[in-house]
């Protein structure tokens, strides 16, 4: 089964080349070795040395199409901290 879901993966990554080339940046979430059918043998997409690549900033849930949707709506934000009102000082 993981021969499969590997050759799966790199099957859709090398579908989505044009795509990844053309991206300025790329988030990744793919610890230890199920990040291994990204980088490494035959047919890999990516490169572990891409400057493009980034990591997901925080913890993501189970690999499904509403993490995906949830991930992608988080990284799209932009977020700040909120303002604070400076103290007057009496002397």
Known sequence: MKAALERDIKELMAAW???LQRA???????GGINGNPLFVG????L???????RRVPFNTRRPTFGETQRVVKLLAQVRHPP???????LL
């Not at 035959?42 to 997409?45: D, H, L, N, Q, S």
């Not at 490169?47 to 690549?53: A, E, F, H, T, V």
């Not at 303002?83 to 000082?89: F, H, K, M, N, T």
């Open 24 to 30: 300025d940046l790329l988030f990744v979430h793919a």
């Open 17 to 19: 080349t044009s795509h």
């Open 83 to 89: 303002l604070v009102e400076p103290r007057l000082r």
């Open 42 to 45: 035959e047919g890999a997409v």
């Open 47 to 53: 490169s572990r040395d891409d400057p493009r690549l």
